[in-house]
T-cell receptor, first 117, second 109 residues
Framework: DGGITQSPKYLFRKEGQNVTLSCEQNLNHDAMYWYRQDPGQGLRLIYYSQIVNDFQKGDIAEGYSVSREKKESFPLTVTSAQKNPTAFYLC????????????????FGSGTRLTVV | QQPVQSPQAVILREGEDAVINCSSS?????VHWYRQKHGEAPVFLMILLKGGEQKGHEKISASFNEKKQQSSLYLTASQLSYSGTYFC??????????FGTGTRLTVIP
């Protein structure tokens, strides 16, 4: 079955450490996204990529980095510059809507819960 | 700025109806609605492309008023399975989803 796989499910980071969250999709979607969700809050966009080898900053990109070398993969690195990284991270992908110049509904992965220890 | 949803939380008994509103200060190109169960990923419900468009899936429907930059989600005859947090997502000119603040819906027997 097609879908998005995020790993690991839980991740613990020490102060000053960089960590990388994996996101792989086999849906053949061009667009991929990373969102951060804090407890009781909505989703905020970190980075997005509409096509391979291209990505753009979202609303809260500081302290994060991404790469998009393959269509299927969009890993997110949380660097030591991110001072408050404890959150639930969600990866998503989408395709263009068949009838409009917008992207269709997003498919989300099951998320990675990152905690600073 | 995030789209604003109201109410922030609502508790219903099975069979009751609810309306969740979503409004934005930015121009809208389309509106998405998602439901997220606790600790899980959001699940796509529907997309509305044009102002005035209405859609429905079983007993959940939505409308989109482009001029007022608002969308509403209507849940009729609620079921226990409707519990979760509902998010609207508004597409900007950069073709990215800007999610609303969320509405927590709890349906009790």
């Amino acid at each position: 079955d097609g879908g998005i796989t995020q790993s690991p499910k839980y991740l613990f980071r020490k102060e000053g450490q960089n960590v990388t969250l994996s996101c792989e999709q086999n849906l053949n979607h061009d667009a991929m996204y990373w969102y951060r969700q804090d407890p009781g809050q909505g989703l905020r966009l970190i980075y997005y990529s509409q096509i391979v080898n291209d990505f753009q900053k979202g609303d809260i990109a500081e302290g994060y980095s991404v790469s998009r070398e393959k269509k299927e993969s969009f890993p997110l690195t949380v660097t030591s510059a991110q001072k408050n990284p404890t959150a639930f991270y969600l990866c998503a992908s989408s395709i263009p809507h068949p009838l409009a110049k917008v992207n269709y509904g997003y498919t989300f992965g099951s998320g990675t819960r990152l905690t600073v220890v | 700025q995030q789209p604003v949803q109201s109410p922030q939380a609502v508790i219903l008994r099975e069979g009751e109806d609810a309306v969740i509103n979503c409004s934005s200060s930015k121009a809208l190109y389309s509106v998405h609605w998602y439901r997220q169960k606790h600790g899980e990923a959001p699940v796509f419900l529907m997309i509305l492309l044009k102002g005035g468009e209405q859609k429905g899936h079983e007993k959940i429907s939505a409308s989109f008023n482009e001029k007022k930059q608002q969308s509403s989600l209507y849940l009729t005859a609620s079921q226990l399975s409707y519990s979760g947090t509902y998010f609207c997502g508004q597409l900007t000119g950069a073709n990215n989803l800007f999610f609303g603040t969320g509405t927590r819906l709890t349906v009790i027997p």
